[in-house]
């Protein structure tokens, strides 16, 4: 009975919170622990020393003891504010935008179960990537977008086994729902257009792989290699129109939609060392194929104009490289404090391709937190994060397409706070 109810606890705190601001590059989500984020995520593929380690290296778990469950939940604050520099409207329309940000809630769970003492399975529930901007209804930018929602529930059953006292090797299956909501107003055209409502209600089922490798090269040191495949999502949903505009002609008409998408792999290479009895530092260097989101064409699926594309979201995403330093003070037996430092790239090329649903930029990661021990079998995590991004630019002209030229900067900001109560059983 208790380890049933352990079971519908994980599953029900990861379909309860709602999924939103991405605070990796792009809209990837490294926050998938609450642990990983007193020390920037550093180390995240070797640390293992929850079951979460099944979401960063499966091959972790012939690190942990016979049975182990981890709950968490992290909170992610994003700020963004838009200051408008020469956008052309026309006919000249508009206002400020307030701030795009809003609190948004990660929620996780992992358990981890040997089956003797080289093979281990789990299962991991988690949310890969997301994203959420919300405007103002009457900002400048609003025929581009008022806001745009991604979210995905991530389903990864493991295993793990210990080759030997130096090598582990794990590998999982990822069941992967994304759903996706857009919405915009129609157009610059005139009076009617411009108070039309344009809302993409789309959602698609997937799959995908992970595996990782760990070596202990001596007690002190430890490295690990994980890898997490790309997964293609055919949305398919609705494209709907409400407002003055709505119906009147075969553009702005009630359809059916879909739009291809195909979400990056990462590689992850993290290090853990121990220096001395208090002392444990780590290290993380990643790689994220964001190039496979080289556009998103939103394509009609019924009505006179099946086949057409409605809309193409123009990413040109560039791979990107993450790299992470952090570590470990462990200030008595119950408690250790942890910090970290990280330096994440943006998959964005330049201003002219940076979209208003997606102002994203470099940015720094400033994190800190500990954790609390209660005996061998159960510890808490607690974790806070400051990302510094740089002033951003946009330059986004879409003028032919009835959308405007979106002209301006960004100020961002981002506060991650989270928590994880890991136990053995």
Known sequence: MQKRFKLKLIAALVAAAPVGAAWASGFQLLEQNGSGIATAYAGSAAIADNASTIFFNPAGMTKLQAREFSVGLDAVRPSFKFSNNGTIITPATGTGT?????????PNGYLSWALNKDVYLGIGLSAPFGLKTDYDPTWVGRFQSISFDIKTYNINPSIAWKVNDKVSLGFGVNWQRMEAEYQ??????NSATQNTKVVLDADDDSWGWNAGVLFDLSPATRIGISYRS???HTLE???KFSGPAAQSNALMTD??????????DTLILSVVQKLDDRWTMLGDLSW????????VDIIRTSGVLNGSTAQTLDTDFRDTWRVAFGGIYQYSADWDLRFGIAYDQTPVKNAQKRL???????RLWLSFGGQRKFGKDAKLDLGAAYLYVKDTAIDNNQTL?????VKGSYDSSVWILGAQYSQAF
Do not use: F
């Open 255 to 264: 359809v059916n939609a879909k739009g291809e998408i195909k979400l990056p």
């Open 184 to 189: 915009r107003y129609a157009a610059v055209i």
């Open 230 to 232: 790309a997964i293609k």
């Open 288 to 295: 994220t194929g964001w190039s496979s989101v080289n556009k």
């Open 401 to 405: 397409s009835g959308r405007g030229w």
């Open 237 to 239: 949903g609705t494209l």
């Open 356 to 362: 208003t649903s997606l102002p994203d930029n470099d």
């Open 98 to 106: 307030g701030d795009a940000g809003d609190w948004s809630y990660i």
